[in-house]
């Protein structure tokens, strides 16, 4: 259940995640989870009250929230058009592929207004295997090359939709479309195209951006396999959301992306790296490492592509992408290994950097600080109206005085 949980945990109007607890960052707020309104605070509200309203009003007018909850009366449905579907992409899919019909099904519940399509996309991702067929019986107890091939035949069966193996399933009374693409996601982007920042959305859980590499261990994940992806995925100025099993996998992942050439400083962050509300509370051992063990999806992180509209210069950009960093510049150091810092610590490295992580991605003194310039920002559009307004009532009450 943690998975399809998460993703509507995220997108829902009701999320956890908001600028009050320091989760939603205000570019987040801004650019992707809250677009901006025609309707601005009342005047009359004091700054206090005007930081409040609009700090509950960007859920009401999100980007992708508004999709998933339209108005009751919007023009499509005036029209009696069929909603669009709204498109949830898995990256790397595995398990998280072969999840039964009714577990799925939740997303519609969550949702119920709209048609959800959702498409997994990996390597490993789960096909079904295709029904027997009755036409032909043999006593053999050793299969034929034909038989043995079965399973390939019916995965590529549908392939010349998206020209990989693939199979699709329609649930919940066709307000929900399950499709698996074994391939990567490289493969498949162009097909899948165009992509809209207001209908698509993408996640991937626990994708290892921080483990090294296999055929080269001074690189990253992020740097050789997922270098591709993650570019692709900016250029299409849609949220991406990622999930780790632990704050050292978390802290990994931040890490690589701060140093990997031709992302790092290339977007936003919407959702600070921290604890996943509905992460699962099972402990189970690590795939890397039976020693170690983790928690599926324990903590949740989204970005997005920067907005080239927000960027005045190259100096101002680096400035902002220094400053969009979550990591600091003195602790900028390559993280090799699953939870160990490079030069070893074994376990007793994993539980302080565990310790550390989970200290420094809940509520961190940057993010308050950033959430502190953005409440002086709104209380000072005001600011020198209120000064001016109280500097000629002085005035007017020494008057008098003087005249006397």
Not at 7 to 14: D, F, Q, T
Not at 238 to 247: E, I, N, R, V
Not at 262 to 273: H, S
Not at 302 to 327: D, N, P, W
Request: hydrophobic share 35%; proline share 9%; glycine share 8%.
């Amino acid at each position: 259940m943690t998975y399809p949980i998460t993703i509507g945990s995220v997108l829902h109007e009701n999320s956890p995640y908001t600028l009050r607890n320091q989760r939603l960052l205000p570019e987040g707020l801004r650019s992707l989870m809250g677009a901006s309104s025609s309707r601005s605070p009342a005047p009359y509200l004091s700054p206090r009250a005007r930081a409040q309203e609009l700090t509950r009003a960007p859920s009401l007018r999100a980007a992708l929230r508004r999709t998933l909850h339209p108005p009751e009366k919007e023009g499509a449905a005036k029209a009696g058009l069929p909603p669009a579907p709204l498109r949830i992409f898995v990256l790397g899919a595995r398990a998280e592929s072969s999840l039964p019909s009714h577990v799925l099904a939740q997303l519609s519940h969550l949702f119920p207004s709209i048609p959800l399509h959702l498409v997994f996309i990996g390597p490993e991702a789960y096909i079904p295997a295709p029904a027997p067929t009755r036409s032909t019986f043999s006593s053999s107890p050793s299969p034929s090359p034909s038989s043995s091939s079965a399973a390939d035949d019916a995965a590529s069966a549908s392939s010349s939709v998206y020209g990989v193996p693939s199979h699709t399933r329609i649930e919940h009374d066709g307000r929900l479309t399950v499709t698996s693409l074994r391939c990567n996601y490289s493969d498949v982007h162009d097909v899948l195209g165009p992509f809209d920042p207001y209908q698509d959305v993408f996640f991937a859980f626990s994708p290892g951006f921080g483990f090294p590499d296999e055929a080269d261990p001074t690189k990253t994940q992020l740097e050789t396999n997922w270098s591709s992806t993650v570019k692709s995925l900016l250029e299409t100025k849609c949220a991406l959301f990622c999930t780790g099993f632990s704050p050292a996998d978390i802290e990994r992942d931040v890490v690589a992306l701060d140093q990997a050439e031709g992302i790092a400083g290339e977007f936003d962050w919407l959702v600070t790296p921290g604890e996943n509300v509905f992460g699962s509370e099972k402990w189970e051992v690590a795939e890397f490492d039976p020693r170690v063990a983790v928690k599926t999806n324990w903590g949740v992180w989204g970005i997005r592509c920067v907005l080239l509209s927000l960027c005045a210069s190259s100096s101002s950009t680096s400035a902002a992408a220094e400053s969009r960093s979550l990591v600091p510049a003195s602790q900028r150091q390559a993280v090799r290994g699953p939870g160990r810092p490079a030069g070893g610590g074994g376990c007793v490295a994993l539980q302080q950097a565990l310790h550390r992580a989970s200290h420094r991605f809940c509520i961190s003194r940057e993010r308050a600080r950033e959430y502190e310039k953005v409440t002086a920002a709104i209380q000072g559009s005001t600011r020198g109206a209120s000064e001016r307004r109280a500097r000629e009532r002085r005035e007017g009450v020494r008057a008098p005085v003087r005249g006397i």
